[in-house]
């Protein structure tokens, strides 16, 4: 059967009012999607508020349910059959244990697996049901050739089922009028160039404390310099906070909470340098988009965050306080090269390409 002749419903229900994450990956990758001339994508378990009821987008389905996974075993094969779909994307690592129609599963990362530590009991107790949806997969799309290793050898699936498709840069983002940037900058207390910036939401795997103790390092030799943690408060947060309260240089670390998108790439453009030390990510995609805003970047060195940076960022152990405070410094003494070569490999993948490789790993399956 041929793509041109299916219908593909895509599962929408992680993106939120205020999408992060997966919700970004999500409302790109359907965004995109609509370009693909011919192909019918119908959407299921829109949330009400969420960014297809502002761009008017034909929704199939509504999300009706308390948490995901009750959506996901309740409604969502059922959704997606009265469409007529052919195939489903289950787009959040968890699918119906009993579907009708058949189904593609994207896994961003396995650290849940890895690291259940890092995260919620509610959220580690799911893990049985990401194991059974890709189990029942047709397909596996990964956003990193480090996923597509470790579901290899930690779940033993069949290379041949899991389909590299790495996130994108958004191509359509304009950039800021300097009126704009002024005001964002005014309203949130920063002077342009005189800040360190890390986004996402405030939980253990970002190890927030760990740059709070590389900043107090900066901080004591540069009086001027501040730290702008950008995010939503997430589990494990009052640890962070508390991290924030106590540091040496508290008045000069900026908690923001969550930040629309445009504010994120306002003060993106105006840090000194973009750090991103996850312990842990499937691909980093705040690493890229920094990248393409033109802000100089350090990232860890491990998972996939050096695969995400292309050689464009200054690569460090996020285990170590003084490494990090090291890198920052050579990120910002080394700004312009950096910055030039993050734009050059963040122009060289977009949403556009994702879409077309994703649609790929649909006509394969339908095929």
Not at 44 to 67: P, T
Not at 145 to 164: G, K, N, P, S, Y
Not at 205 to 212: A, F, S, T, V
Not at 325 to 344: H, V
Request: aromatic share 6%.
């Amino acid at each position: 059967m041929a793509l041109e002749n299916s219908r593909v419903a895509i599962d929408v229900a992680p993106v939120r009012s205020s999408p992060t994450g997966v919700g970004t990956y999500v409302r790109r990758l359907v965004s995109a999607l609509r370009t693909q001339d011919g192909l019918r994508f119908p959407l299921i378990g829109a949330r009400a508020g969420s960014v297809f009821d502002r761009d008017g987008l034909a929704v199939a389905s509504r999300f009706r349910a308390r948490h995901y996974h009750a959506w996901l075993q309740r409604y969502a094969d059922g959704d997606a059959h009265r469409t007529g779909a052919d195939l489903v994307h289950y787009t959040n690592a968890a699918a119906p244990l009993w579907a009708r129609v058949p189904y593609v599963l994207t896994i961003h990362d396995l650290s849940v697996l890895r690291h259940p530590r890092y995260h919620p009991p509610m959220r580690v107790a799911t893990l049985p049901l990401t194991l059974a949806a890709v189990r029942g997969a047709r397909a596996v799309i990964v956003p990193s050739m480090a996923t597509q290793l470790e579901l290899a050898r930690l779940l033993h699936v069949d290379r041949a089922r899991i389909f590299v498709v790495p996130h994108g840069r958004d191509a359509e983002r304009p950039a800021p009028e300097p009126g704009e940037r002024r005001r964002v900058l005014d309203r949130l207390g920063l002077d342009e160039g005189r800040f360190i910036l890390t986004t996402g939401t405030l939980e253990p795997r970002k190890n927030h404390e760990r740059l709070i103790q590389a900043f107090t390092r900066l901080a004591s030799a540069d009086a001027g310099l501040r730290l702008v943690i950008a995010g939503a408060p997430g589990w494990g947060s009052r640890k962070v906070l508390r991290a924030i309260r106590q540091a040496p240089f508290a008045q000069r670390i900026v908690v923001t909470g969550y930040l629309p998108e445009r504010d994120v790439d306002i003060v993106t453009a105006a840090c000194a340098a973009f750090v991103y030390v996850s312990l842990y990510e499937g691909f980093g995609l705040p690493i890229v988009e920094a990248m393409a805003i033109g802000a100089p970047v350090v990232t860890s060195d491990r998972s996939a965050m050096p695969e995400a940076a292309g050689g464009a960022a200054v690569l460090v152990d996020p285990r170590s306080p003084a490494s990090i405070a090291a890198s920052i410094r050579r990120a910002m003494r080394d700004a312009d090269r950096l910055r030039a070569a993050g734009r050059a490999w963040s122009a060289e993948r977009t949403w556009s390409e994702v879409a077309r490789e994703t649609t790929q790993v649909y006509d394969r399956v339908l095929g």
